[in-house]
């Protein structure tokens, strides 16, 4: 069993910052690619951020710029740095994560997701 447990979402004023944590636990081999995606209701879920095992980024164009991904492999942990918020970034985040089991299969992982909302 694998739980993605995430953190750091609220309410903030444009312009501000947050920081957006995201824990692995469980019958964890090895952590493949993390990453962050969003939503607003009524849209699909589209990704924020992805870093990869050797520390590769992307991001999405609306990002760049503003908003960090970066990972603790010792911590089983993504973080996503969001600065410079807009309006249009308030959404549901969710952590995702490819993760390899003890018994060597990888599955896809979602955290329950966290609201970031950014008031003008």
């Known amino acids: 069993q694998v739980q993605l447990v995430e953190s750091g979402g609220g309410l903030v004023q444009a312009g501000g910052s947050l920081r957006l944590s995201c824990a692995a636990s469980?019958?964890?081999?090895?952590?493949?690619?993390m990453g962050w995606y969003r939503q607003v209701p009524g849209k699909q879920r589209n990704l924020v951020a992805r870093?990869?095992?050797?520390?590769?980024?992307n991001y999405a164009d609306s990002v760049k710029g503003r908003f960090t991904i970066s990972r603790d492999n010792a911590k089983n942990t993504v973080y996503l740095q969001m600065n410079s918020l807009k309006p249009e970034d308030t959404a549901v985040y969710y952590c995702?994560?490819?993760?390899?089991?003890?018994?060597?299969?990888?599955?896809?992982?979602w955290g329950q997701g966290t609201q970031v909302t950014v008031s003008s």
């Open positions: 995702n994560a490819i993760i390899t089991v003890v018994a060597g299969r990888s599955y896809v992982y």
């Open positions: 469980g019958s964890i081999f090895s952590i493949n690619a």
């Open positions: 870093i990869t095992s050797g520390d590769s980024t």
